[in-house]
């Protein structure tokens, strides 16, 4: 009864990646830092995209093991880790106080390439939150102190409600830092960097951090 279940509009869908052999991904020419490989593949998505290259899919657990992913916006990197913002007592922010096990992913269609990077996630200082929630436009700050995200609402009007409220006592634009609101650091473990190939061959590189610190390189079937 199931001989039927692949839907033929789904099914047919397929793109071969063919690719300048320069975008080929080859042990010799890697960066023996993952972060900096990173740095030079997110410098090429950015050439191309400046306004969305830094979408991230961010994927968390709680105790439970079930998984729940969402996108989320990279607001910093460096060797210490990748950060993003967000409301601590969102979904994802109760996992992460359960579980600090998460992975982040970016695609970039138009390059061909995923980066999968997997670790373990802490908050980031009180005053890098406040430095990064203060460069926000207003209406973002409003947005954030109005927004008790994740959480059933009574309805849109209410929510929009809320945010004229709290625009009209901080129209001096002295907004505080929400208590529950703020930034997460992604400590990398594993990084692994995949560039699509023709006939589905493709390149995947994968950076796994030893107990010595020092990145180890394997490429990965695909």
Same mark, same amino acid.
């Given at each position: 009864?199931?001989?039927?279940?692949?839907?033929?509009?789904?099914?047919?869908?397929?793109?071969?990646?063919?690719?300048?052999?320069?975008?080929?991904?080859?042990?010799?020419?890697?960066?023996?830092? *993952?972060?900096?490989?990173?740095?030079?593949?997110?410098?090429?998505?950015?050439?191309?995209?400046?306004?969305?290259?830094?979408?991230?899919?961010?994927?968390?657990?709680? &105790?439970?093991? &079930?998984?729940?992913?969402?996108?989320?916006?990279?607001?910093?990197?460096?060797?210490?880790?990748?950060?993003?913002?967000?409301?601590?007592?969102?979904? &994802?922010?109760?996992?992460?106080?359960?579980? *600090?096990?998460?992975?982040?992913?970016?695609?970039? &269609?138009?390059?061909?390439?995923?980066?999968?990077? @997997?670790?373990?996630?802490?908050?980031?200082?009180? @005053?890098?939150?406040?430095?990064?929630?203060?460069?926000?436009?207003?209406?973002?700050?409003?947005?954030?102190?109005?927004?008790?995200?994740?959480?059933?609402?009574?309805?849109?009007?209410?929510?929009?409600?809320?945010?004229?409220?709290?625009?009209?006592?901080?129209?001096?634009?002295?907004?505080?830092?929400?208590?529950?609101?703020?930034?997460?650091?992604?400590?990398?473990?594993?990084?692994?960097?995949?560039?699509?190939?023709?006939?589905?061959?493709?390149?995947?590189?994968?950076?796994?951090?030893?107990?010595?610190?020092?990145?180890?390189?394997?490429?990965?079937?695909?």
């Amino acid at each position: 009864m199931y001989t039927n279940f692949m839907n033929k509009n789904t099914a047919d869908i397929r793109k071969d990646y063919i690719f300048d052999r320069s975008n080929n991904l080859s042990e010799k020419d890697i960066l023996p830092d *993952p972060v900096k490989q990173f740095e030079k593949w997110f410098g090429d998505a950015l050439a191309l995209d400046e306004h969305e290259a830094n979408a991230m899919f961010l994927a968390t657990s709680a &105790k439970d093991a &079930k998984p729940s992913l969402r996108t989320v916006l990279l607001k910093g990197y460096d060797e210490s880790g990748f950060i993003f913002f967000t409301n601590y007592s969102s979904r &994802k922010g109760s996992e992460l106080e359960e579980n *600090p096990n998460a992975s982040i992913l970016f695609f970039w &269609k138009e390059l061909g390439r995923q980066i999968r990077i @997997e670790g373990t996630v802490t908050k980031v200082s009180r @005053e890098v939150s406040d430095a990064y929630f203060h460069s926000r436009p207003l209406d973002s700050q409003i947005a954030a102190l109005s927004s008790a995200q994740s959480n059933v609402i009574e309805s849109r009007e209410a929510l929009d409600s809320k945010f004229s409220e709290l625009k009209e006592k901080y129209k001096d634009g002295k907004i505080p830092l929400p208590e529950n609101w703020g930034g997460y650091r992604l400590i990398p473990e594993r990084m692994e960097f995949w560039q699509g190939r023709q006939n589905r061959l493709h390149d995947r590189i994968l950076y796994s951090k030893e107990k010595n610190g020092v990145w180890k390189i394997n490429r990965l079937a695909p």
